[in-house]
């Protein structure tokens, strides 16, 4: 498994800006893909969008593309997403997570078997 931890999360106002960050440590993040998922109260956890490992391809659910933007900033070992124009619907719990088996491999899921999970950070948008 790969130890992942979230950060960036918080309150923000409707039409605001927030940059999640995913790292880990003792790890190199780059062979991995990895995908956020949301987890909105009463709804089932959703992937939201995911990066393949060296960056050659990435993935959004229709209902964030274009507020959404998954990235990799390798100098720091870490993956980002960048959450704007957020409205009350992206109220949730954010995670990022891999499945360590597939270290290498081409392309990313936006669902299926994850072996490896964040504790999440909650991002919360309200006025």
């Given at each position: ?35 956020w998922f949301r987890q909105v109260s009463g709804k089932e956890r959703e992937g939201v969008a995911c990066i ?76």
């Amino acid at each position: 498994q790969v130890q992942l931890v979230e950060s960036g999360g918080g309150l923000v106002q409707p039409g605001g800006s927030l940059r999640l960050t995913c790292a880990t440590s003792g790890r190199t993040l780059v062979v991995y893909s990895i995908t956020w998922f949301r987890q909105v109260s009463g709804k089932e956890r959703e992937g939201v969008a995911c990066i393949s490992s060296s960056e050659h391809s990435t993935n959004y659910a229709d209902s964030v593309k274009g507020r959404f933007t998954i990235s990799r900033d390798n100098a720091k070992n870490t993956v980002i997403l960048q959450i704007d124009n957020l409205n009350a619907e992206d109220t949730g719990a954010y995670y990022c997570a891999t499945n360590s088996y597939a270290r290498g491999s081409a392309g990313c899921k936006m669902e299926g078997y994850f072996d490896s999970w964040g504790q999440g950070t909650q991002v919360t948008v309200s006025s």
